[in-house]
């Protein structure tokens, strides 16, 4: 179970699973962030993602998180941020383009080595 986290000044959305489907608990974490500095909570049952909107003089994203984790609906150790979901998804495209790159370059010195072949037997 994989949650995910990405915040902008101002605003946070959070990827719970346990969300998914389940209006009771969106319920739930809707009125435990409902705290002073807040301006904006929206929850979408159907990918368990929360959105919340803040003045970020009045809060972080680490005191939202923190009272996400206190209550037992985020683990830090389970999450996934942007940063590392690009990184994963760069690390493999640069697999498959080398792997690629490397496939054209055998087939081009085949393909030379196989006409030289041929010439020397004409």
Not at 7 to 33: D, S
Not at 78 to 90: F, G, M, P, W, Y
Not at 104 to 120: F, K, M, P
């Amino acid at each position: 179970m994989k949650y995910y986290v990405h915040y902008t000044p101002g605003r946070l959305r959070v990827r719970i699973p346990c969300l998914r489907k389940n209006h009771r608990k969106v319920e739930t974490v809707k009125a435990l962030l409902d705290v002073h500095g807040t301006e904006t909570i929206n929850a979408n049952t159907l990918t368990g993602s929360v959105v919340v909107t803040f003045d970020p003089d009045a809060l972080t994203p680490q005191e939202l998180l923190d009272l996400l984790k206190d209550n037992g609906f985020y683990r830090e150790d389970r999450t996934i941020t942007l940063d590392t979901q690009l990184q994963k998804k760069s690390s493999r495209v640069a697999r498959k383009v080398s792997r690629a790159m490397f496939g054209w370059a055998v087939g081009r010195v085949l393909e030379a080595n196989g006409l030289s072949l041929i010439a020397a037997f004409i």
